[in-house]
């Protein structure tokens, strides 16, 4: 079921209010508009209109047509490849330590997070999704698999188990995020780990910069959690897996990104 009503995504509270009316995407004039909405309970972010599945999905298979100027202009420099490296050495940080880790990038992108990891860690096994053919630049020894992750039954096609599962900057695009970090941690290994990075609506950069933050892309993110609800949406995701709460430890934390 596609999200219909103003129900958090991420804590499912039925208590919110329309904070954005008749937005449209930043770089993309024809996307949109869009009504966003705030969740009263946990302070997430929503959108009650979201896109249609083959929207989407266009959308995304033309994503570096939909970037901003300030993106353009980090990926012609070093920034970019700075910020990707950040997000590799935070992940390699959080993997088990142990020989021959298999891990999956979910949302790879042209694989620049899985290319520096694999060189981190290069007696682990990497496999990348994303719903583009796979990238040129991919490293050859991550395996990768063409997924739209927005279009369901998409852990059944990787048939298999990781001891690390990571996403960089997708929750915040998926249409369903409950059933997104459901899915993301019945991927774990026993003994895994699950990193999920996301902007965070509660954060003190977005409530002072309101829309001219740089992650309020109405259309492209279609939710933005808080700390709050994405701890909430991990735990109601581990109950629909009937983990009990002594089978995990889930924990939010913030970081600053340049």
């Known amino acids: 079921m596609r999200p219909n009503s103003t129900s958090c995504p991420y804590c499912g509270s039925a208590d ?10 930043k770089v993309d004039r024809s996307f949109g508009p869009f009504d966003l909405f705030e969740c009263r ?3 997430s972010l929503g959108t009650l209109n979201i896109p249609s599945d083959d929207r989407l999905a266009a959308f995304y298979r033309a994503y570096n047509q939909h970037r901003p100027q300030w993106y353009t202009n980090a990926a012609a420099s070093s920034a970019l490849g700075a910020q990707y490296r950040f997000y590799a ?14 891990w999956v990038d979910i949302g790879a992108g042209h694989g620049e997070v899985a290319n520096l990891l694999l060189s ?32 369901g039954d998409w852990v059944e096609a990787l048939g298999a188990k990781f001891d690390f599962v990571y996403s960089v900057a997708v929750w915040e695009h998926v249409v369903r995020p409950m059933a ?23 954060s003190f950069a977005r409530r002072a910069l309101g829309r001219a933050w740089a992650y309020f892309e109405p ?5 933005i959690p808080t700390r709050e609800g994405a701890l909430e949406c991990v735990r109601r995701a581990a109950t629909e897996l009937r983990l009990r709460p002594e089978q995990y430890r889930a924990e939010s934390s913030y970081m600053w990104v340049g």
């Open 16 to 25: 919110s209010a329309i904070r954005y009316r008749q937005a449209y995407h």
């Open 219 to 223: 259309g492209e993110h279609l939710s």
């Open 180 to 202: 997104f970090a459901r899915e993301s941690l019945s991927l774990v290994a026993p003994g895994g780990v699950l990193v999920m990075i996301c902007p965070d609506y509660g």
């Open 41 to 43: 309970t946990c302070g």
């Open 89 to 102: 050495q935070y992940l390699e940080r959080l993997m088990p330590r142990k020989a021959a880790t298999s």
């Open 120 to 151: 981190l860690r290069p007696e682990s096994s990497g496999c990348a999704i994303d719903i583009a053919a796979a990238a040129p630049a991919l490293d050859g020894r991550v395996g990768y698999r063409s997924i739209d992750i927005n279009g």
